[in-house]
């Protein structure tokens, strides 16, 4: 296949993501745990050369330019962190969200924990919470950077780079919102027993994120929005089809017109697990690619790319067990996915946020195969 060079990293980008030939597929990755970044500082990492929220273009990593917008979707103002219960082992806490959790104190590092906690209580239980919750999602207040369209608006008029609207897990989308608002088990109730209240919900974050996205979007173009939603587990959705066509693909199908409306190139959606059965939902909503195509869930590239084509753009599918297991499993793993990288429409990245499993000799080894068949030497 004859490939042209191009100059930019946005016109590289843009190139694969409508499979057109490149001289080199774009290198990213999402991030890392703190207990990872940890290790691998023990392990003789110099941390200066680390950002450690999301990655956006480490040169240590040969990890090509992202910009992340840096709009804050979140509450304002947050609740009050409350530590209501201590035994020096586990706490009972209030976290910002307004979620009363139980956690294990032992192996937490930069506030990020070892094991999930357990929920207790969520905000919204009924529809006069979520009338008081939503005084905290107004939004014209002060949610975009300080001095944004002096300070920033030229460079992202005039980019060389990929621009992303909003930083990794800022645009919290309908379940992922939901679910934080009354929790899994409360919002699958919901469905059947307050479904005025579910559909209402569903409403306002569509009104949310389209006004609180608008300001940017009128002065400028993005290459893509990802918005987060988490809504399934190993064996498949944490909601049904039927479900997700009820109350979410409405607002899903409205808020993906209003991104393309408004220069959004690609919108992407981010959910672990298994979420093969929504896809031709989230197809027929307007969404252009997945990420992060979890392995351990079944999420097999090849399968999902001949299942569903060249509409749907795939990022993530690189099993983080895999590449903690060293180089020769790094090596067969990574031959996998030769074909879709050759074919475009695919971006490989470890399949969530680095895991503290994955050693940093092992990292770098990963990272530097990758690069050579991200350049075609197969």
Excluded at 268 to 296: F, H, K, S
């Amino acid at each position: 296949m004859e490939k042209n060079n191009y100059i930019t990293d946005r016109d590289r980008f843009l190139a694969v993501m409508e499979y057109h030939s490149v001289d080199r597929v774009p290198n990213h990755e999402a991030g890392v745990w703190v207990q990872t970044k940890n290790r691998w500082i023990a392990e003789g990492l110099n941390e200066v050369d680390f950002r450690w929220d999301w990655f956006t273009g480490e040169d240590v990593l040969g990890l090509d330019p992202r910009e992340f917008i840096d709009v804050n979707y979140g509450m304002i103002p947050h609740f009050e962190y409350e530590v209501l219960e201590s035994d020096g082992r586990h706490e009972i806490f209030r976290d910002t969200n307004g979620i009363t959790r139980k956690a294990l104190i032992e192996g937490t590092a930069g506030g990020m924990r070892s094991c999930m906690d357990e929920y207790l209580r969520f905000p919204v239980e009924n529809r006069g919470d979520f009338i008081e919750l939503k005084k905290r999602f107004t939004a014209g207040l002060g949610r975009h950077p300080v001095g944004w369209r002096d300070l920033h608006l030229p460079r992202w008029r005039n980019r060389d780079h990929v621009l992303i609207l909003g930083r990794n897990c800022s645009i919290t989308g309908f379940y992922w919102r939901a679910r934080e608002w009354m929790g899994t088990e409360n919002l699958s109730y919901a469905f059947y027993d307050q479904p005025e209240l579910v559909h209402e919900m569903m409403e306002f974050i569509a009104d949310y994120i389209i006004e609180v996205s608008k300001p940017i979007l009128l002065e400028t173009d993005v290459d893509y929005v990802m918005v987060n939603e988490d809504m399934s587990m190993k064996n498949g959705p944490l909601m049904s089809p039927s479900h997700y066509r009820e109350f979410i693909f409405p607002h899903m199908r409205r808020l993906s017109d209003f991104f393309k409306n408004h220069g959004v190139r690609y919108v992407m959606v981010d959910t672990d697990g298994n979420c093969e059965a929504l896809l031709p939902l989230l197809m027929d909503a307007g969404v252009d690619g997945i990420w992060p195509l979890e392995r351990v869930a079944d999420m097999d590239p090849i399968r999902i790319r001949k299942e569903f084509g060249k509409d749907l753009r795939l990022w993530g599918a690189v099993d983080k067990m895999e590449v903690a297991k060293g180089p020769e499993a790094i090596e067969r793993h990574l031959a996998e996915l030769v074909p879709l990288i050759e074919e475009g429409g695919f971006i490989p990245t470890i399949d969530h946020a680095v895991s503290p499993d994955i050693s940093w000799e092992n990292f770098q080894y990963y990272m530097k195969r990758k690069k050579d068949l991200l350049c075609g030497k197969f």
